[in-house]
């Protein structure tokens, strides 16, 4: 049966479980971010770069791998995993497990048809919002831990382990600092997640208006087409998120926001823009696809 919602009902016509939802979209995310993180921290790199002087030390998504790699060894690429994890547990379980239960009840109970768009959209920002306010620790200490560079051999790591991270930052810097950023990513993840899955909804949606089967390709369609609107409309946000958490020469949103018009004109906010939708195209294909089938199999034996 085709259906134009992001998770379609279960054969006996009960929506699917609360429960349910945030466990198979905490998964899903964390699957995806194991499987796209080298990318990501390419990303950073890219980012953080881009504010700095002198010559050019990265160059492109593959080749910023490609240096990474050989600088630092393979595993740097998967460094911040343990916190990337982390937040996709929180946030990916928040997210994406609440977006149909906020846009249910947006819509209203005795609603018939397709939801709006603009009601997608509001679910998506209320969902964004809430899960990365819980969850803002978890990405400040993986900027952080992706933004390190390898030091000396035998120099002491500044955070050589996830969960110590944590502890020192709020040692060192007080717990407030665990939320440092807090605005820029409650703005980017907010706009993210509303650009994610309100077009993967709609693009789905259209599809399977337009006669195609509720399948993997559809999956991936709408996973490319949630990661390249994201990115369009996040990137001002990410850039600025990415510097105010991995450098001290900002002091928050709006200084930073400021200082890198003024140094580097408007399309700054869209430096890194391949490697951003590198990232978030791939991140969301991988994402959907696997919470899809994940859903599938959790309907077919009763989990859901």
Known sequence: QKTGRMSPPSPSGQRNSFIGNIAASAFSSSFAEVVTIPLDTAKVRLQLQAGASGPLKYRGLIGTCVTVAKE?????????IGPGIHRQVLFGGLRIGLYEPIKDFY???????????????AAGLTTGAVGITIASPTDLVKVRMQAEGKLPDGAPRRYPRAFKAYGIIAKQEGVAALWTGLTPNVARNA???????????????????????????????????????????????????SRVMGSSRYSG???????????????????????????LGSWNVVMFLTLEQVRKAMRENDLM
């Open 72 to 80: 630092e060894g393979v595993k740097s690429l998967w460094k911040g």
């Open 107 to 121: 819509v209203g109970k005795d609603h018939v048809g397709e939801v709006p768009l603009h009601l997608k959209v």
């Open 191 to 241: 706009v993210i997640n509303a650009a994610e899955l309100a077009s993967y909804d709609q693009v789905k949606s259209s599809l399977l208006s337009a006669g195609m089967d509720d399948g993997v390709p559809c999956h991936i369609l709408s996973g490319l087409g949630a990661g390249f609107v994201a990115c369009v409309v996040g990137s001002p946000v990410d850039v600025i998120k």
């Open 253 to 279: 949103f709006v200084d930073c926001a400021l200082k890198t018009l003024k140094a580097e004109g408007p399309f700054a906010f869209w430096k890194g823009f391949l490697p951003n939708f590198g990232r």
